[in-house]
């Protein structure tokens, strides 16, 4: 793996982020990214810029679909997924708190689809969709690679503390917990899915 590869997969994941498409994992690219960072292979703020022009690009591809040739899908997809009432209350919250609430939305997934994808189809200026849509997407991007790469540095004096007195029981140990606390999420997101649905069955 290297920088190039991790930059263009950092960017490509954030162009689909970007677009509004929900469930996208881009947080391993930002890890990568802050991986290398810490070992002077990447650039802290190369990878702030990839990252926040294909964050963009994906928020101007979701305006755009709402604007053109999408139109009636996306407002059949608000339907869909926010009930009838789904489009008047993107519009309230455009209307009420304005353009800023694009930057506030990259912070908040129940919010971040509905909006990017209504602000084309309730026309609103692409300069300003644009111009906050770029404030949002370096913000977001900039706090997002900032803590991968403190992540990262403060994992890696933990690794190197690690094998230096590591034994071959602890690397069992450390093995199991890993697995534990994979099959602990699993679970738990299984669980939730599947309450999600009776819920909605029930209702």
Same mark, same amino acid.
């Given at each position: 793996?290297?920088?190039?590869?991790? *930059?263009?997969?950092?960017?490509? #994941?954030?162009?689909?982020?970007? =677009?509004?498409?929900?469930?996208?994992?881009?947080?391993?690219? !930002? #890890?990568?990214?802050?991986? $290398?960072?810490?070992?002077?292979?990447? +650039? !802290?703020?190369?990878?702030?810029?990839?990252? =926040?022009?294909?964050?963009?690009?994906?928020?101007?591809?979701?305006?755009?679909?709402?604007?053109?040739?999408?139109?009636?899908?996306?407002?059949?997809?608000?339907?869909?997924?926010?009930?009838?009432?789904?489009?008047? =209350?993107?519009?309230?919250?455009?209307?009420? *708190?304005?353009?800023?609430?694009?930057?506030?939305?990259?912070?908040?997934?129940?919010?971040? =689809?509905? @909006?990017?994808?209504?602000?084309?189809?309730?026309?609103?200026?692409?300069?300003?969709?644009? $111009?906050? +849509?770029?404030?949002?997407?370096?913000?977001? @991007?900039?706090?997002?690679?900032?803590? +991968?790469?403190?992540?990262?540095? *403060? #994992?890696?004096?933990?690794?190197?503390?690690?094998?230096?007195?590591?034994?071959?029981?602890?690397?069992?140990?450390?093995?199991?917990?890993?697995?534990?606390? @994979?099959?602990? +999420?699993? *679970?738990?997101?299984?669980?939730?899915?599947?309450?999600?649905?009776?819920?909605?069955?029930?209702?």
């Amino acid at each position: 793996m290297t920088a190039v590869h991790v *930059y263009v997969v950092l960017f490509g #994941l954030l162009v689909i982020e970007g =677009t509004g498409v929900p469930g996208i994992p881009f947080e391993p690219a !930002f #890890l990568a990214a802050g991986y $290398l960072i810490e070992r002077g292979e990447m +650039s !802290f703020w190369g990878a702030v810029v990839v990252g =926040t022009a294909g964050n963009l690009l994906g928020n101007l591809l979701g305006y755009w679909l709402g604007a053109r040739p999408g139109r009636g899908l996306i407002e059949r997809f608000f339907h869909w997924g926010w009930g009838q009432d789904g489009l008047a =209350t993107a519009r309230y919250w455009l209307g009420r *708190y304005g353009a800023a609430v694009i930057i506030f939305a990259r912070w908040f997934g129940p919010i971040r =689809t509905p @909006t990017i994808l209504a602000a084309g189809v309730l026309g609103m200026e692409a300069g300003i969709y644009t $111009l906050y +849509s770029a404030l949002g997407a370096f913000t977001w @991007t900039l706090a997002w690679q900032y803590a +991968s790469w403190k992540g990262a540095h *403060y #994992l890696l004096r933990w690794w190197y503390f690690y094998r230096r007195y590591a034994t071959w029981w602890m690397d069992i140990l450390l093995i199991l917990v890993l697995l534990a606390i @994979t099959a602990g +999420s699993i *679970y738990y997101c299984w669980r939730r899915r599947r309450m999600g649905r009776n819920g909605k069955k029930l209702g």
